[in-house]
């Protein structure tokens, strides 16, 4: 917001919402995960990375609910994927690019950069790496996943590259993901007990698991997040 009161627009929201970014990173995030995600770090546990791009991507502004989210920029996207069904784990789910860590790679930001390469065709050149937020534990596939803010500066062309792994990848706006229309929960039965964690849904897109854990976390830690009505459930 400006010191008016009015939502953030133009240049200075572009600047502003990187700076929100820059100064989570600095300060890092408390994930507040339930025991029920606690895995055991061993050998069999695998290091992994996903890009959080964030960036002004096309002049076309959010179809959030007019004035229902003044604390997010109009035009402030998020890049995802759906992955393919036929995967072994979190197959068909909306996801962030990325994957596991290479003996080549140089810690997880060069890890994100080169599975979003390799998985969406993302020229890595035109995207700023803003930090590393703490790893979240996986334990449905055993991975230790480290979040990876990143800023576009210069977008370029994304597409599916193997479809093996990928079938879609698309730009969904920030004010869509924190309009309270389209925030939800999906309930899990763990060890007799329900637990429940954030889901998406916006058009025909439901984001739930790992990445809506994450996108949750971030609205509600920089500040974009609004009242929503908690009870409300959606099937994954």
Not at 54 to 60: M, N, S, V
Not at 83 to 103: D, I, K
Not at 143 to 165: F, M, Q, Y
Request: aromatic share 4%; net charge negative.
């Amino acid at each position: 917001m400006t010191a008016s009161g009015a939502p953030r627009t133009g240049e200075g929201a572009r600047r502003d919402a990187r700076a929100d970014l820059v100064e989570l990173c600095a300060r890092g995030v408390d994930w507040r995960l339930d025991a029920s995600r606690t895995i055991t770090l061993g050998p069999a546990t695998r290091p992994a990375a996903v890009l959080v791009l964030f960036g002004r991507l096309d002049d076309a502004p959010s179809d959030a609910s007019p004035g229902a989210v003044p604390s997010v920029p109009a035009d402030l996207d998020v890049l995802l994927q759906r992955r393919a069904g036929t995967l072994g784990h979190h197959a068909g789910q909306v996801a962030f690019p990325g994957g596991r860590l290479e003996p080549t790679d140089d810690g997880p930001a060069a890890c994100a950069l080169r599975e979003a390469n390799e998985e969406v065709g993302l020229d890595i050149t035109g995207v700023e790496v803003l930090g590393t937020l703490a790893p979240l534990p996986v334990p449905v596939s055993d991975h230790l996943v480290t979040p990876v803010p990143a800023w576009w500066t210069r977008p370029s062309r994304v597409a599916a590259v193997d479809h093996a792994e990928t079938v879609d990848v698309f730009r969904i706006g920030v004010a869509d993901l924190a309009d309270p229309a389209n925030r939800a929960s999906v309930e899990h039965r763990r060890a007799g007990s329900v637990v429940r964690t954030p889901a998406f849904v916006v058009g025909d897109v439901t984001v739930w698991g790992f990445t809506a854990i994450v996108l949750a976390r971030l609205l509600d830690e920089v500040g974009w997040s609004v009242p929503w009505d908690t009870r409300r459930t959606v099937e994954p």
